[in-house]
Nanobody, 123 residues
Framework: QGHLIESGGGLVQAGASLRLSCAAS????????MGWFRQAPGKEREFVAT????????HYADSVKARFTISRDDAKNTVYLQMNNPKPDDTAGYYC????????????????WGQGTQVTVSS
């Protein structure tokens, strides 16, 4: 019943900025923790960032801390990932996810997933 749709991916040069969006429907958005994950070719899906109820808490992978910012707008049922100073190693498919529980970094804890949006960072 929950549906997530990511947008905003594309080709970006290293050092530029990009903002990903994830629009949610079919759920009471403010009741869900939201997360961003990514998966590069040949790699397992990895945690990027998560934001708790009403945006009270956030967590980031060490690899993106101080460069990426997760935020949410409950009035718009949307979660964002602001990517500043992206690096080629950030190239991956980016997925948003929703969890009725707490703020988890384990992707197994999330209940709903979007289709993903590709981010390619060129040097």
């Amino acid at each position: 019943q929950g549906h997530l749709i990511e947008s905003g991916g594309g080709l970006v040069q290293a050092g530029a900025s990009l903002r990903l969006s994830c629009a949610a429907s079919g759920l009471t958005f403010r009741s869900y923790c939201m997360g961003w994950f990514r998966q590069a070719p040949g790699k397992e899906r990895e945690f990027v960032a998560t934001i708790g109820w009403r945006g009270a808490t956030t967590h980031y992978a060490d690899s993106v801390k101080a460069r990426f910012t997760i935020s949410r707008d409950d009035a718009k049922n949307t979660v964002y990932l602001q990517m500043n100073n992206p690096k080629p190693d950030d190239t991956a498919g980016y997925y948003c996810a929703a969890d009725i529980g707490e703020t988890y970094t384990d992707d197994r804890e999330y209940d709903y997933w979007g289709q993903g949006t590709q981010v390619t960072v060129s040097s």
